[in-house]
């Protein structure tokens, strides 16, 4: 069987969101599958002793230029969010929840979630928010509020961050194809062209 792509990445990151929006085609092209998995990138921040781009002057300043260039280039509808980064924890956990029913219905609820911050600035860190983006997906919003705040999703999350830290996940996007990391949006051609020629 041939095996999945592995897709890291955090809700906050405009090059998490680019790459969304293509990832899915390129597998689909080489048929293969993608494992959608939003972790919590702050955590390996910390380990790599790294800031936020938005964070770090000069580079924040580029990158937020960059991102908008990026999404010109791609065709993609883009915002800089009004609020930039924000905290995505309840995100991640209603992502969680319900990819343990259905993995389809958490990846769609992800780039929902990923459209309602970089297109339409919404604050995904907030509950309702996310409770919400869920609710318009046809999702129970009372399962959705009262789920994402169990001991079981939350260390899900948690087990998901420790798996990310020990497999050398260290930013948004990262992208696993046959146990070769790739990092960054901008890597999405090498990653078509090492499932085209299989590797290099």
Same mark, same amino acid.
């Given at each position: ?5 592995e =897709?890291?990445?955090? =809700?906050?990151?405009?090059y ?19 494992i959608?998995?939003?972790?919590? *990138? $702050? ?8 800031k936020p781009?938005?964070? *770090? ?6 990158a ?6 990026? @999404?010109?280039?791609?065709d993609i509808p883009? *915002?800089?969010?009004?609020?930039? &980064?924000v905290a ?7 992502f969680y929840?319900?990819?343990?029913t ?13 459209r309602?911050? =970089?297109?339409d600035?919404r ?8 409770v @919400?983006?869920?609710?318009?997906? $046809?999702?129970? &919003?009372t399962?959705?509020?009262?789920? #994402?705040?169990?001991?079981? #999703? ?8 420790? /798996? ?6 260290? $930013?948004?996007p990262?992208?696993?194809v046959d146990s /070769? ?7 999405l051609?090498? *990653?078509?062209q ?7």
């Amino acid at each position: 069987m041939t095996a999945s792509i592995e =897709f890291y990445f955090d =809700f906050a990151s405009p090059y998490g969101y680019l790459a969304s929006e293509r990832i899915e085609r390129i597998a689909e092209q080489h048929g293969r599958s993608v494992i959608w998995r939003p972790f919590l *990138v $702050g955590a390996a921040m910390k380990v790599s002793e790294r800031k936020p781009l938005a964070w *770090v002057p000069l580079v924040g300043d580029y990158a937020a230029h960059d991102v908008k260039r990026f @999404a010109r280039y791609w065709d993609i509808p883009f *915002v800089i969010p009004s609020h930039w &980064p924000v905290a995505t924890v309840n995100a991640c956990r209603a992502f969680y929840l319900l990819e343990e029913t259905d993995h389809v219905a958490a990846r769609h609820f992800a780039q929902a979630l990923y459209r309602a911050y =970089f297109r339409d600035d919404r604050d995904i860190s907030d509950r309702e928010t996310v409770v @919400a983006v869920a609710s318009e997906l $046809g999702h129970d &919003p009372t399962h959705i509020a009262e789920g #994402i705040q169990t001991d079981r #999703i939350k260390q899900t999350l948690r087990s998901v961050n420790d /798996e990310a830290l020990d497999r050398g996940v260290f $930013g948004s996007p990262f992208i696993i194809v046959d146990s /070769e990391s790739f990092w960054g949006a901008d890597r999405l051609q090498q *990653v078509d062209q090492w499932l085209s020629r299989g590797g290099w």
